[in-house]
């Protein structure tokens, strides 16, 4: 009996997207809109796929800023690099499909803070950092307000340069950005190994097997499922979470 590795070694999860009642009070960011925090991810591609409600997704990068409305059946998906923010229209939920699984749990994932922030390593983390998800949820909900509202300040700046016409500002953060997670880079190697690459080498062996004229490989690995509604919902950088057990 072989195991049987998640396609691509992606991550699933469920996402309710922040509004004024996600948590109950959480209420808008700096610029009046509600929804989740903005970040990118320096490695790993994401995917979102609508389930309910609406909203839109904006997004920012070297080509510039757009905006992406998000309503049931809709899927937008983008590159590491692209800065991206989730805004409620109501009741907006998606299901998140993350390549490299591991990696954005790991600190593949960074928010728009303040540039003097972005470049103090330990004050980043102290920014970023939610309490234990357990106890405590009012102190959580506090911290990932005030967590998204400082990188929606920080959004909100960078946007406003590049619409203007200035990319220095995006490209420090870029720079601020690789040099933040640089250090695991050893570590997402070996995460990486875990799941993509085994999962591609699995494909690999099944060619060969198949080119061969056999069929030994086949039906060789017990299905697995997970209800993706394990534990209470915790909290993300876009909203509350539910994370598929695909381990």
């Known amino acids: 009996m072989t195991d049987v590795v998640f396609p691509g070694g992606t991550s699933v999860s469920r996402l309710r997207v922040y509004d004024d009642a996600v948590p109950a009070g959480f209420g808008v960011g ?49 590159a590491p690099g692209t800065i991206h923010r989730v805004v409620n229209g109501g009741g907006l939920e998606v299901v998140v499909i993350m390549s490299n699984r591991g990696l954005p749990e790991a600190g593949d994932a960074v928010m728009t803070f303040a540039d003097e922030v972005l470049a103090d390593a330990e004050r980043y983390g102290e920014a970023a950092r939610l309490p234990d998800a357990a106890p405590d949820r009012s102190a959580a909900a506090e911290a990932a307000r005030a967590r998204r509202d ?4 920080g959004f909100v ?6 619409q203007g016409g200035d990319l220095a500002p995006l490209e420090r ?32 062996q099944l ?21 993706g509604a394990e534990g209470e919902r915790r909290f993300g950088m876009c909203g509350l979470l539910r994370t598929y057990d695909v381990d």
């Not at 400082?150 to 300040?153: E, G, Q």
């Not at 700046?157 to 590049?162: E, G, M």
């Not at 060619?207 to 209800?227: F, H």
Request: aromatic share 6%; no cysteine.
């Open 30 to 78: 700096p610029d009046g809109l509600p929804g989740g925090t903005p970040h990118l991810h320096t490695v790993s591609t994401e995917a979102y796929v609508v389930t309910a409600g609406s909203g839109s997704l904006q997004t920012l990068d070297r080509t510039g800023y757009r905006e992406h409305d998000l309503a049931p059946g809709a899927t937008v998906w983008f």
């Open 150 to 153: 400082a990188a929606v300040r």
């Open 157 to 162: 700046a960078l946007r406003a340069a590049v």
């Open 173 to 204: 953060f870029y720079e601020r950005a690789a040099a933040l997670v640089a250090p695991r880079s050893v570590e997402w190697s070996r995460l990486r190994e875990d799941s993509v690459l085994a999962d591609a080498r699995r494909g690999e």
């Open 207 to 227: 060619l060969a097997e198949i080119a061969s004229g056999s069929a030994a490989l086949l039906g060789a690995a017990e299905p697995r499922s997970s209800s």
